[in-house]
């Protein structure tokens, strides 16, 4: 009996002797994707920069990019030094975009015009694309912000009281931060998260985020301007609904890519804080047909599950989780930050 308990405990620990140097190597290339995806990262200035080609959303406003001061967390604007612009500079319609002698270009009219910048270093020339359905420019740099948490903590565990809360709460605290973390890239984004008091619902602003460290209040605050919807755009919260106990509000993330399939079906890709202790990105499908965005958080009997796996020949990227997080979750709705 001894004898073949040795032996037993011998083939496990050989066992586990020989799968450390594979895990070992599967996290070294895991980091090393890590380390690539974070390297490659641009913020929307370095993008129009690299391409000559720009967006803005009707009535938006933007640096041009080769005069971009970087994206500045909204809590330190006040402070920053901008730097003074020399330079001339030209749009080629003015009814679609024009620009200060500041450099910053605004949306006027959905249509197509060329900003040219002749600076000490030559000229510069962007096609700027301006349309209501452009992304604001602080919803690209939110996006930006929420990719840039993600590679640069690498699915690393972290402890409760972590950077985010330490930001929001000012002292130790240890609870879910899962809305904490959505309010951290806002701010960090230049986006100034309000408390769900203090927004104007008669006038809300083209982009809005709320400083509401519950995702109950979250939702309350998208639901009082009308803009907890059902169908997702990038920059957008969504918010899941737990089907095991009809809780309406368990967790929130950030979307940060929609792929229109048809026929009212989403792949949706995400980046989330608190996920298992964790910043995640997950892609799913999402069927737009079984909406729970109007059903409120008083009917606890007709939410439907909406969410499944998408096709294996769409997970392609090996930092995305495309399996499901738990089988029992379904999307209750998208907090509309930007219309």
């Known amino acids: 009996m001894k004898l073949c308990f040795f032996k037993r405990a011998a083939a496990f620990f050989l066992a586990v002797a020989l799968l450390l140097p594979g895990a070992s190597m599967a996290d070294e290339r895991l980091d090393a994707l890590f380390d690539q995806a974070l390297a490659g990262l641009q913020t929307p200035a370095q993008q129009g920069e690299a391409t000559g080609a720009y967006t803005l959303h009707t009535g938006d406003s933007a640096y041009a990019p080769c005069v971009n001061p970087g994206i500045i967390p909204y809590d330190e604007q006040a402070s920053f030094p901008y730097p003074e612009i020399s330079g001339v500079f030209s749009?080629?319609?003015?009814?679609?975009?024009?620009?200060?002698?500041?450099?910053?270009?605004?949306?006027?009219?959905?249509?197509?015009?060329?900003?040219?910048?002749?600076?000490?270093?030559?000229?510069?020339?962007?096609?700027?694309?301006?349309?209501?359905?452009?992304?604001?420019?602080?919803?690209?740099?939110?996006?930006?912000?929420?990719?840039?948490?993600?590679?640069?903590?690498?699915?690393?565990?972290?402890?409760?009281?972590?950077?985010?809360?330490?930001?929001?709460?000012?002292?130790?605290?240890?609870?879910?931060?899962?809305?904490?973390?959505?309010?951290?890239?806002?701010?960090?984004?230049?986006?100034?998260?309000?408390?769900?008091?203090?927004?104007?619902?008669?006038?809300?602003?083209?982009?809005?985020?709320?400083?509401?460290?519950?995702?109950?209040?979250?939702?309350?605050?998208?639901?009082?301007?009308?803009?907890?919807?059902?169908?997702?755009?990038?920059?957008?919260?969504?918010?899941?609904?737990?089907?095991?106990?009809?809780?309406?509000?368990?967790?929130?993330?950030?979307?940060?890519?929609?792929?229109?399939?048809?026929?009212?079906l989403y792949a949706v890709t995400t980046v989330e804080g608190n996920m298992s202790n964790t910043v995640k990105s997950y892609c799913y499908l999402y069927d737009s047909n079984k909406a729970n965005n109007l059903i409120g958080t008083e009917d606890r009997n007709r939410l439907q599950y909406n969410m499944a796996q998408v096709p294996e020949e769409m997970q392609t990227d090996p930092l995305v989780q495309y399996t499901l997080h738990t089988d029992h979750w379904s999307v209750f709705g998208f907090g509309q930050t930007w219309e």
């Not at 420019?137 to 948490?149: A, P, Q």
């Not at 309010?183 to 083209?206: F, H, R, W």
């Not at 919260?237 to 309406?248: E, G, P, Q, T």
């Open 91 to 264: 749009s080629s319609d003015e009814s679609v975009v024009t620009i200060s002698q500041d450099g910053i270009m605004t949306g006027v009219a959905p249509g197509q015009a060329t900003v040219t910048c002749t600076l000490a270093d030559g000229e510069h020339r962007y096609t700027v694309t301006v349309g209501d359905d452009q992304l604001p420019e602080t919803i690209k740099n939110y996006l930006y912000v929420l990719n840039r948490e993600f590679y640069s903590v690498r699915r690393a565990r972290l402890p409760k009281y972590n950077q985010y809360a330490k930001w929001y709460y000012g002292r130790k605290k240890e609870v879910g931060w899962c809305s904490v973390f959505t309010i951290y890239c806002a701010n960090a984004s230049g986006n100034l998260p309000l408390g769900e008091k203090e927004v104007d619902t008669a006038q809300p602003p083209m982009v809005q985020f709320f400083r509401e460290g519950q995702v109950g209040n979250q939702y309350d605050g998208f639901w009082s301007l009308g803009r907890f919807v059902d169908i997702p755009k990038p920059g957008y919260l969504v918010i899941y609904a737990d089907m095991s106990n009809a809780y309406r509000t368990v967790h929130i993330g950030s979307v940060t890519d929609v792929k229109d399939l048809g026929d009212g």
